[in-house]
């Protein structure tokens, strides 16, 4: 069965780093396109950035140039690269695959706070 694993997460200060990995298993992974959500307390799941299975990627407006989302197909692994964090970057990170119908991994907590 298709199954995501998240990590990465944790607790940062305001301009610090984090990067988060999500290993996929249980489906072809370099034929899918893959993306990264993430859900703060009381709003809606959004989304941060994706990539195709070509490597075309688009981000939202709030973490351009500050985030880069990768995919290493010979690892099965999804990356997300997030420099210059902000507060506001605080949310459950999920990993999430196109493969049909859609898989979530479990999520992680990222934490931006001094």
Same mark, same amino acid.
């Given at each position: 069965?298709?199954?995501?694993?998240?990590? &990465?997460? &944790?607790?940062?200060?305001?301009?610090g780093s984090?990067?988060?990995?999500?290993?996929?298993?249980?489906?072809?992974?370099?034929?899918?396109?893959?993306?990264?959500?993430?859900q703060?307390? &009381? %709003?809606?799941?959004?989304?941060?950035?994706?990539?195709?299975?070509?490597?075309?990627?688009?981000?939202?407006?709030?973490? %351009?140039?500050?985030f880069?989302?990768?995919?290493?197909?010979?690892?099965?692994?999804?990356?997300l690269?997030?420099?210059?964090? %902000?507060?506001?970057?605080?949310?459950?990170?999920?990993?999430?695959?196109?493969?049909?119908? &859609?898989y979530?991994?479990?999520?992680?907590?990222?934490?931006?706070?001094?």
């Amino acid at each position: 069965q298709v199954r995501l694993v998240e990590s &990465g997460g &944790g607790l940062v200060q305001p301009g610090g780093s984090l990067r988060l990995s999500c290993v996929a298993s249980g489906y072809i992974f370099r034929f899918a396109g893959m993306a990264w959500y993430r859900q703060a307390p &009381g %709003k809606q799941r959004e989304l941060v950035a994706a990539i195709s299975s070509g490597g075309t990627t688009n981000y939202a407006d709030s973490v %351009k140039d500050r985030f880069t989302i990768s995919r290493d197909n010979a690892k099965n692994t999804l990356y997300l690269q997030m420099n210059s964090l %902000k507060p506001e970057d605080t949310a459950v990170y999920y990993c999430y695959t196109l493969q049909s119908p &859609g898989y979530w991994g479990q999520g992680t907590q990222v934490t931006v706070s001094s």
